[in-house]
């Protein structure tokens, strides 16, 4: 039987050097760098040429055209008659933030954790580790990842040991990974070989080089935490064990990201931007003042990195909020579905943001995803394609509308834009292209001479 492709009618062309950068938007599912030719075969994908007409008018032969189909299919650039529409994704994974302690050893300026020296008591979390491994079991849901937090988590690292050696004694099929979000004020060798065994991710809160991090991340007495964090980021380097770095941006932070993203992507590491939130109904960020600076200052950092690229660095990783090209999705993350959030009281919430106000309770249920579900359903049907203008919006799948917590907070209401938005729309473009840049520049060192008579490349 023949078979009939065609091109998406929606598709995102970048010139990236000599090569072209393919991207379906409507599906997210990632990009591709090709050569010019690609452009030609995707014009003879109409829905009328069979494979085997397209084959003897590129002159190439069908199972080549075969392998090259596939790759685009598989990302979205095309498709074939009468087949079954892409559905967004869903994770098979439930995704817990387990706020282990109010304590911390910083006093950041715009915290909202109300500081003490609470700590979870170990019978109780033993109860919650076993309620999520049940849940998972009653979800059918194969991975569960559990992220410690706080406060400053890394203050009772004995606790968390008691919940990593209870959760992976239970006699269970399930994959449990861990992570932490520290401040990282507190990472020595014994820190870093505690981390190695246990495997566990680990993220730092870094919020600019020198005074740009000191003036909100400052110890009780005032001095700053930047030279400690430096030092623990470094020993982590050294040891060449992964660390991601968490920026929040501010008003107060701005102007010194082009420097902090100049160095990150020097050092190498995986560092990612977010945009300032609030929880506190009818009220806005500070930054959304500021949306024309913050576009600036941020292309800024993008020409940066792009500078590094041109150099040969594709070493580094960034994300800005919670954008992405690889994924179909219609929300951002999962929370009120598979992702929640459980504090040292035994609160629960959909994310570590909502436990100011949380909507249920350890032992209220045994099926703690049944639990949340069942109390946020508006939140989980607040979806991309469900209000306007965010269901029309080309990038829709990119940034999935952003927070819903922050657009809920802002406007009283889940079903609405982004007050981030003009940013999102005005970054995404540059975003896609430098992905595109790395993929070309990291498939040339990679492959050298041979990289030409390849004709694509994701």
């Given at each position: ?61 069908s199972e080549a055209l075969i392998k090259i189909l596939s790759v ?387």
């Open positions: 039987m023949d078979i009939y492709p065609i091109c998406s009618d929606q598709i995102i062309i970048q010139q990236v050097e000599d090569y072209f950068s393919f991207f379906s938007p409507l599906e997210n599912r990632g990009i591709i760098v090709a050569e010019h030719s690609i452009k030609r075969l995707l014009r003879l994908c109409n829905g009328e040429d069979s494979i085997k007409t397209i084959s003897d008018k590129m002159q190439m032969k685009l299919h598989s990302k979205g650039i095309i498709f074939y008659k009468d087949e079954a529409k892409y559905q967004c994704s869903t994770a098979d994974i439930l995704d817990c933030w387990f706020h282990v302690t109010n304590k911390c050893n910083l006093k950041c300026t715009y915290c909202y954790i109300h500081k003490s020296e609470a700590l979870i008591d170990t019978e109780l979390a033993k109860n919650i580790v076993q309620k999520l491994v049940d849940s998972c079991t009653i979800q059918n849901v194969r991975e569960l990842h559990v992220r410690f937090s706080g406060g400053e988590p890394l203050l009772c690292k004995e606790k968390i040991q008691q919940i990593i050696d209870y959760a992976d004694g239970i006699s269970t099929d399930l994959i449990i990974r861990y992570g932490i979000l520290t401040n990282g004020t507190l990472i020595d060798y014994d820190t870093f070989t505690w981390l190695k065994k246990n495997k566990i991710s680990i993220s730092i809160s870094l919020d600019g080089i020198g005074n740009f991090n000191d003036m909100t991340r400052c110890y009780p007495d005032g001095s700053g935490s930047y030279v400690d964090i430096i030092r623990s980021i470094d020993l982590l380097r050294t040891e060449k064990y992964p660390v991601g770095i968490m920026t929040t941006i501010t008003k107060g932070n701005l102007n010194g990201l082009p420097a902090l993203t100049k160095m990150l992507a020097e050092k190498r590491l995986m560092f990612r931007f977010s945009l300032e939130k609030t929880n506190r109904k009818g009220t806005f960020p500070e930054l959304c003042r500021y949306v024309d600076e913050l576009i600036d200052i941020l292309n800024q950092c993008l020409d940066i990195m792009e500078n590094q690229i041109d150099e040969g660095n594709v070493y580094f990783q960034f994300q800005f909020c919670d954008i992405q090209f690889k994924k179909t999705r219609a929300r951002i993350c999962n929370a009120g579905d598979k992702s929640l959030a459980v504090d040292h009281n035994g609160n629960l919430a959909v994310c570590g943001m909502g436990l100011v106000e949380p909507c249920g309770k350890i032992g209220d249920d045994d099926d703690l995803y049944s639990l949340i579900c069942s109390k946020n359903q508006e939140l989980i049907a607040s979806d991309v394609n469900s209000f306007e203008p965010c269901s029309s919006c080309v990038w829709k799948y990119s940034c999935a509308g952003g927070c819903p917590l922050l657009r809920n907070a802002c406007y009283g209401e889940y079903k609405s834009e982004s007050p981030y938005c003009m940013v999102f729309q005005s970054i995404i473009p540059r975003l896609l292209y430098l992905e595109s840049k790395k993929i070309l520049i990291y498939n040339k060192r990679k492959e050298g001479k041979i990289w030409k008579s390849l004709p694509i490349r994701n």
